[in-house]
């Protein structure tokens, strides 16, 4: 079966960077595409970033972009997300999930998330 | 971009009862639109897409409808565990995919 696994959050101080990684599995990770979703404390789901199944394609947030990079690894089925710049206003769990084609489409799968928390 | 927007933001049912949630689209997504269910410290989980398909392992009671601007997910008999905030998202124009604010529904 499908399973996303995120791990990297963890609190860090304004203007400080962080990697998320999203380990995949149950899947031919190559062949999809896949996003970063996140969600504030209380708030809805707002999508972060997005990387085509060959690394070809990559889309940011306007809020995040600039400062975020989204990479993958095929060889190792992980997705990353490099934040760098980060602001009290990041902090969110962030989810990876999985597109339903090569590019574009529905997230058919979600991880369980990881939390980032952005604090002095 | 494309503003999703929902309504209502809460949904007071009880168990048993008919759910009708809707989802408007600031211009046409064709049938390119997905229903999210969360539950409390969750993650969100695909219930249908192509506005009426229902995803791997969605009960009957989960149907969706529409096309264009205007959208309704309802749960035709609400069960304890439907209770939970609905996402609706359009994956037509793209970047960026947006979703809608949610609607949350809870027990009366």
């Known amino acids: 079966q499908v399973q996303l696994v995120e791990s990297g959050g963890g609190v860090v101080q304004p203007g400080g960077s962080l990697r998320l990684s999203c380990a995949a599995s149950?899947?031919?990770?190559?062949?999809?595409?896949m996003h970063w979703v996140r969600q504030a404390p209380g708030k809805g789901l707002e999508w972060v970033a997005f990387?085509?199944?060959?690394?070809?394609?990559?889309y940011y947030g306007d809020s995040v972009k600039g400062r975020f990079t989204i990479s993958r690894d095929n060889s190792k089925n992980t997705l990353y997300l490099q934040m760098n710049s980060l602001r009290t206003e990041d902090t969110a769990v962030f989810y990876c999930?999985?597109?339903?084609?090569?590019?574009?489409?529905?997230?058919?799968?979600w991880g369980q998330g990881t939390l980032v928390t952005v604090s002095s | 971009e494309i503003v999703m927007t929902q309504s209502p933001a809460t949904l007071s049912v009880s168990p048993g009862e008919r759910a009708t949630l809707s989802c408007r689209a600031s211009?046409?997504?064709?049938?390119?639109l997905a229903w999210y269910q969360q539950k409390p410290g969750q993650a969100p989980r695909l219930l249908i897409y192509?506005?009426?398909t229902r995803a791997t392992g969605i009960p009957a009671r989960f149907s969706g409808s529409g096309s264009g601007t205007e959208f309704t997910l309802t749960i035709s008999s609400l069960q304890s565990e439907d209770f939970a905030v609905y996402y609706c998202?359009?994956?037509?124009?793209?970047?960026?995919?947006?979703f809608g604010q949610g609607t949350k529904v809870e027990v009366k």
């Open positions: 211009q046409s997504v064709s049938s390119n």
């Open positions: 998202q359009q994956y037509n124009n793209w970047p960026p995919w947006t």
């Open positions: 149950g899947f031919t990770f190559s062949t999809y595409a």
């Open positions: 999930a999985k597109g339903d084609s090569g590019y574009g489409g529905r997230f058919d799968y």
């Open positions: 192509a506005a009426s």
């Open positions: 990387i085509r199944s060959d690394g070809t394609n990559k």
